[in-house]
């Protein structure tokens, strides 16, 4: 079977995500360990007890990287391997360490400064995000063009588009949006305009980082947010998640690309079921399975062998 393994992106992250892991699995309780070393937190702490900081960017980022493959680690141990790999945003980083070319430590020391400069790079209240429900991208691409510093931030899939930018231009289109039929225009609660040129000074900054990281040969192809493309060497990941904190996330292409290399089924690797919303949308025919708990494990290949008939 061609499996994909795709990752969220920040937003789904809850306190006791991969809570059961870390009760039951000795290899979790290492990962957890692991990751507090290579991110200066707690991470214990702040995956497990009741806290406001892991809905804080640069704590929410390292912590779900620190969930998700803690999972992927799980997953594979049943014996089970990605065909493809691809993640939302954030889920990028579990991408290609899941693919081979990042160890777990570098992903979550990584994403721990991401978040860092992806909160910083623009003071807060001069960006914003919003969703727009129910109107095709390049009617949304021409009307906030009229507007400075306005860009698209996410394809998630068909009928839902994210922008991105200074706070005063994203505010002047709302209303547009949905005057021209938007369904639906919902400001978002973010602390920065993320995947928007404002960022680039922290995609520069995050470059410097990388340029210090191993990068290994990749085991698995993963798919690219910046270019929705297939990467089959590590020669250009540095510059990939430099440009992607700065550069619309091209989730939608991503998921047709994967019904073009004939992906038989994707595992949503993480908590919440976003991905799955998205795959419905745009490639209904591949079946999705969420693995977000040790439950879920247990009945993995089970599933798995049902959609292999």
């Known amino acids: 079977m061609k499996i ?5 992106g920040q937003g789904v992250q809850k306190v006791g995500m991969t809570k059961d892991f870390f009760d039951k699995e000795s290899f979790a309780r290492d990962m957890v360990r692991s990751a507090s070393e290579s991110s200066g937190l707690d991470m214990a702490k702040l995956l497990y007890e009741e ?14 990287v620190t969930a998700c493959l803690i999972i992927t680690k799980a997953i594979k141990d049943l014996g089970i391997e990605p065909y493809v790999t691809a993640g939302l945003s954030l889920g990028e980083y579990c991408a290609i360490a899941s693919a081979g070319a990042m160890t777990f430590e570098d992903a979550v020391r990584l994403t721990r400064i991401r978040g860092k400069l992806m909160s910083s790079t623009v003071p807060a209240g001069q960006g914003a995000m919003a969703a727009v429900i129910g109107l095709e991208p390049d009617v949304i691409e021409k009307i906030i063009a ?3 510093q306005v860009t698209m931030a996410n394809f998630n ?3 839902q588009t994210v922008i991105t930018g200074a706070t005063e231009g994203v505010t002047a289109v709302l209303d547009k949006l949905r005057e021209a039929g938007a369904r639906k225009v919902v400001p978002l609660n973010v602390s920065g305009p993320f995947h928007s040129p404002m960022l680039k000074p922290a995609g520069e900054k995050l470059r ?3 340029d210090k990281t191993e990068i290994t040969d990749l085991k698995v192809p993963y798919i690219a947010n910046a270019t929705a493309e297939v990467v089959d060497s590590s020669d250009r990941i540095r510059e990939l998640l430099e440009i992607q904190v700065s550069s619309p996330v091209k989730w939608e292409q991503t998921l047709l690309k ?11 690797i993480g908590p919440g079921k976003t991905i799955a919303g998205f795959v419905k949308k745009t490639i209904p025919e591949v079946p999705v399975i969420n693995v977000s708990t040790t439950e ?5 290949t089970a599933k798995l062998n ?4």
Not at 296 to 300: F, S
């Open 157 to 159: 899939c068909p009928g």
């Open 4 to 8: 994909a393994f795709t990752y969220p």
């Open 208 to 210: 410097a980082e990388l």
């Open 146 to 148: 009229a507007e400075d």
């Open 51 to 64: 806290n406001e900081d892991i809905n804080i960017t640069e704590f929410t980022q390292p912590a779900l």
């Open 258 to 268: 994967m019904a073009d290399l004939g992906v038989d089924v994707i595992l949503e």
């Open 296 to 300: 879920d494990i247990e009945q993995l």
């Open 306 to 309: 049902a959609i292999k008939g």
